[in-house]
């Protein structure tokens, strides 16, 4: 195995973990009960993933670089939320829609790598402009639309934690 395959492996991989990670994390959230542990790994790879996005060799300005410099601002807000104003009042709200928003943006980028890689999703959809792609990315767009309100109204209901509240989360 080549650096650049070396890479790209250890990209694909933080990947996933940053993937499975976020739906734990989100599906605490929806149960009003926060994980802490599984929040952290989710944000810590997701970060990982999108800097290690930005080290492969490209030119010019891509859809990728696009929707990496989106889920680094959203991850931002996120780790703002959580660790600078530990939730309070509005920043709680900001917290589950900005991860929420996250794991849209680590799904989105599944979805087109599948049917760039697969051999199966790529002969139904070349060129990502036909119906099933179409399909694929809208039914992710409205999961992830209805999974946020859900978690969204979980976790605003959950008691905060007065570790979090202390600013001393782990």
């Not at 290690?52 to 300005?61: A, D, E, V």
């Not at 891509?62 to 990496?68: D, L, Q």
């Not at 780790?79 to 989105?108: D, E, M």
């Amino acid at each position: 195995m080549n650096g650049l395959e070396l890479f790209t492996a250890f990209h694909v991989l933080i990947s996933l973990i940053g993937i499975l990670s976020g739906f734990v994390a989100v599906f605490g959230m929806v149960r009003s009960k926060p994980l802490d542990w599984w929040t952290d790994l989710f944000l810590i790879t997701t970060v990982g993933t999108s800097v290690t996005g930005f080290l492969f060799p490209f030119r010019g300005f891509t859809p990728a670089i696009g929707t990496g410099i989106i889920s680094m601002i959203v991850l931002a807000l996120a780790i703002v939320a959580l660790r600078v104003k530990h939730l309070n009042g509005p920043w709680r709200r900001t917290f589950v829609i900005s991860a929420v928003v996250a794991q849209y943006f680590n799904c989105f980028v599944l979805i087109v790598q599948s049917f760039q890689r697969v051999p199966l999703l790529n002969a139904l959809a070349p060129t990502q402009t036909e119906t099933p792609f179409a399909i694929a990315q809208l039914g992710a767009l409205v999961g992830f639309v209805v999974l946020g309100y859900v978690a969204a109204r979980g976790f605003l209901r959950a008691a905060p934690r007065a570790a979090v509240v202390r600013g001393s989360h782990a």
